[in-house]
Nanobody, 123 residues
């Protein structure tokens, strides 16, 4: 059974930083993409960034230059370093896994999801 567990969310002031972690277990394939998504109240879930098993990355335009996705394969962990946070970044952040290798940040393509972690940025 594939499991994804996020952590690292919390309350931070505008301009602050947080690092989210996503620990994956149970996936036995060689190729995969892990993505970070977020959903604010009343809004649709949107893709933030993704990384594949080759280490290639993709970012949505609204986080370029502020967020960095990385992975530690030895720990089965993907990180999302978030800097220069604004209240507009407030949301529940989810990580998800899709078997394969093509970078794609569209949520419906992802098969496995974590439970989410809340990020709140105060003004």
């Amino acid at each position: 059974e594939v499991q994804l567990v996020e952590s690292g969310g919390g309350l931070v002031q505008t301009g602050g930083s947080l690092r989210l972690s996503c620990v994956a277990s149970g996936f036995t394939g060689d190729d995969y993409i892990i993505g970070w998504f977020r959903q604010a109240p009343g809004k649709e879930r949107e893709g933030v960034a993704c990384i594949n098993s080759d280490g290639r990355t993709y970012y949505s335009d609204f986080v370029k230059g502020r967020f960095t996705i990385s992975s530690d394969n030895a720990k089965n962990t993907v990180y999302l370093q978030m800097n220069s946070l604004t209240p507009e970044d407030t949301a529940v952040y989810y990580c998800a896994l899709e078997p394969g290798w093509g970078l794609d940040i569209r949520a419906p393509l992802y098969d496995y999801w974590g439970q989410g972690t809340q990020v709140t940025v105060s003004s």
